[in-house]
């Protein structure tokens, strides 16, 4: 390898490839590509590199290869764990990957789509829905994260219970390897047992392994129905009663689960304009239920209905309003999906992104809330999340006056107190979201040496120079 580039050096060479325009240094433009959503994470690179196709990809990854220029590979930086931006050090180059925005094909008989990594997930699935098919992976970012970026993330959301992960959308993958070589395994097999599947090592990698230019994704029969209904219930332990009544009664019909607590519910109130509270009185948890039909509207409805009479039978439900219209519905999901955003409003949010067995739930929200006001008195616990997938968002909101700064700078210890409870219900304490820079050192407390050791050496066969995402995961 050559001495690392000054930072002329290597604007000069990424100029050379995509053209001056496309290579950003000024602050007022790397801006947007250095700060993080949340604002917990800020960097300062050696420059923002814009390619286009997948040959300007492969030609910068081969001279950062060979001059040891570390590169951070972006999306949409709607990612939670600070691993799409640069860090501090002025030597990162981010490669944003929104200039490779084609839909090269979509194919209604085989039912799949060809993407490029840069288009946005709303895009796909609305190229998806013109094509009377249907792409099921959904998430509060949608309209703003980019397919490459789901699925170096292996991005979960509200469609998981039916659908899956992102990993169980994908066919094939077009990745471009570190040292600038192209893969191209953009197949369209459902079946196909020859060797190791290698898209699944990128699948989940947070940028570590290659660069993704471009992606075939499954596509499913759009349903044809869909009945949303917004349903309070007094405990998480209800609620997960509920959960398993509508699983029996809808099976795979039943595409969404969610569990939101009051507090959730009065954030979204206070800061989403022209927000409405679907039920006229306050109640402690909620859940959004979402049953879809490959029938017909009707269908949906009466499954519905009848799951509904018998949950207001059996006293698990307090309250309830179905969705009368589509924009109900939407108005129902919106809710959801804000849920991440109001709390910004509110000061300082502790996150957490755990998993841990659906019938652990109830016990997890206990004890954590338990543990984590006894440590911060008047910190507001705001769980909510995919209860159908044991996926819960444990995030804890500042109290109320209180110094942001001082709240966040205690992290590290609410963290260690609710993993420490994931970690005794046998979960995992990163369902969704990754590991990126923020979990990087809780890595090595919840994994085996082999599997450290494992992923290591995969590291080093695929990237033996470490210039992909240096610094995150591992
Ligand atoms: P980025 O943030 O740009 O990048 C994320 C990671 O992928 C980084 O490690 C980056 O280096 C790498 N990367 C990006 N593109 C490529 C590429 N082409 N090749 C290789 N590596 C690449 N996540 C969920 O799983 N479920 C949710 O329900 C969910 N809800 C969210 C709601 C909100 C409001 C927000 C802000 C985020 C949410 N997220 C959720 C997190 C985030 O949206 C996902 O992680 C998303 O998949 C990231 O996509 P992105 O394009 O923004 O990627």
Request: with cysteine; glycine share 10%.
């Amino acid at each position: 390898m050559n001495d690392t580039p000054t930072q002329q050096a290597i604007v000069s060479a990424l100029s050379a490839i995509v053209g001056e325009t496309h290579v950003l240094t000024r602050t007022e433009e790397t801006r947007p590509y250095c700060v993080e959503w949340r604002d917990l994470y800020f960097g300062v690179p050696a420059a923002v590199v814009r390619p286009a196709s997948p040959d300007e990809v492969a030609a910068i990854l081969r001279f950062a290869n060979e001059n040891g220029v570390p590169i951070v590979p972006q999306g949409g930086n709607t990612g939670l764990v600070g691993a799409q931006v640069p860090d501090e050090s002025g030597r990162e180059v981010v490669l944003t990957l929104e200039r490779l925005k084609a839909i090269r094909d979509v194919d209604r008989e085989g039912a799949t789509l060809v993407a490029e990594a840069g288009v946005v997930l709303e895009e796909i699935q609305k190229a998806a829905s013109e094509a009377g098919l249907f792409f099921p992976l959904s998430l509060g970012a949608q309209g703003s994260c980019r397919i490459g970026g789901n699925i170096a993330t292996n991005a979960g959301g509200t469609g998981v219970l039916a659908y899956g992960n992102t990993r169980d959308l994908v066919l094939g993958l077009e990745v471009v390897m570190a040292d600038g070589t192209i893969w191209n395994g953009l197949r369209r097999l459902r079946k196909d047992n020859t060797g190791y599947d290698l898209k699944q090592l990128f699948i989940g990698s947070e940028g570590t392994l290659g660069v993704i230019t471009a992606a075939s994704l499954r596509l499913f029969p759009a349903p044809k129905g869909r009945a949303v209904a917004f349903l309070a219930v007094e405990d998480p332990q209800t609620a997960l009663t509920l959960f398993r009544r509508f699983s029996q009664t809808a099976g795979s019909a039943l595409t969404g689960f969610e569990l939101m607590p009051r507090l959730g519910i009065d954030f979204v109130l206070r800061h989403q304009e022209g927000t409405r509270d679907p039920l006229e009185a306050p109640y402690p948890w909620y859940c959004l239920v979402e049953i879809s039909s490959g029938r017909s509207e009707a269908e949906a409805s009466e499954l519905m209905e009848t799951t509904l009479e018998a949950a207001f039978e059996a006293e698990e439900v307090l309250d309830g309003a179905p969705a009368a219209s589509l924009a109900q519905a939407a108005e129902f999901w919106h809710i959801r999906h804000t849920m991440s955003e109001v709390q910004k409003k509110e000061g300082g949010s502790i996150k957490h992104d755990v998993s841990v067995p659906i019938a652990k739930i109830p016990e997890f929200l206990k004890r954590a809330s338990a543990a984590v006001t006894e440590a911060v008195p008047g910190a507001r616990p705001l769980p909510f999340g995919h209860l159908g997938d044991g996926n819960i968002h444990y995030n804890v909101s500042q109290p109320v006056g209180a110094d942001r700064d001082e709240f966040l700078a205690r992290w590290d210890e609410v963290n260690k107190i609710v993993h420490g409870i994931v970690g005794e219900l046998s979960g995992s304490i990163s369902a969704e979201h990754g590991i990126g820079r923020l979990k990087r050192k809780l890595l090595v407390e919840v994994k085996s040496e082999i599997e450290i050791d494992l992923m290591r050496r995969i590291k080093a066969a695929f990237d033996p120079n470490a210039i992909l995402n240096p610094g995150r995961m591992l």
